[in-house]
């Protein structure tokens, strides 16, 4: 499945704030994003409010789509739309994928070499 990445701008001064709501998200909300088809959701925030988030999904639009008809994922929007200089938090900016690591070493061709100690 394709890791879908992420960019949202927090208000440098609900940074604190913004942190602790995360740290312990309504359970109704978790399981929403889980049940929309969020996997491996994680969000990064650096100082100065950049948000990074990563998540995998097949489909982010239907992804998106289905947590937000969850009733429980307006409520959270309204509670969060402040800390956002971006809008309401659903701007979005997707990046595109450079650079993949194991993506670029599994088109790797290695050529085999003998074992050590081994005279041919």
């Known amino acids: 499945m394709p890791r879908v990445c992420f960019t949202l701008q927090v208000r440098p001064d609900r940074l604190a704030e913004y942190r602790e709501r995360h740290a ?8 929403a994003l889980r049940d929309a088809g969020w996997t491996d ?24 789509a289905a947590v937000d008809a969850a009733d429980v994922s307006a409520r959270w929007e309204a509670e969060m739309a402040p800390f956002f200089q971006t809008g309401d938090g ?15 070493l599994r088109a790797v061709v290695v050529e085999p070499t003998a074992p050590i100690g081994d005279p041919s």
């Open 90 to 104: 659903r701007g979005k900016s997707s990046l595109d994928l450079v650079f993949d690591l194991d993506a670029q």
């Open 24 to 31: 312990a998200v309504w359970p109704d909300m978790l399981h």
């Open 41 to 64: 959701y994680q969000l990064f925030l650096r100082d100065d409010g950049l948000l990074v988030g990563t998540l995998v999904t097949d489909d982010l639009a239907a992804a998106q």
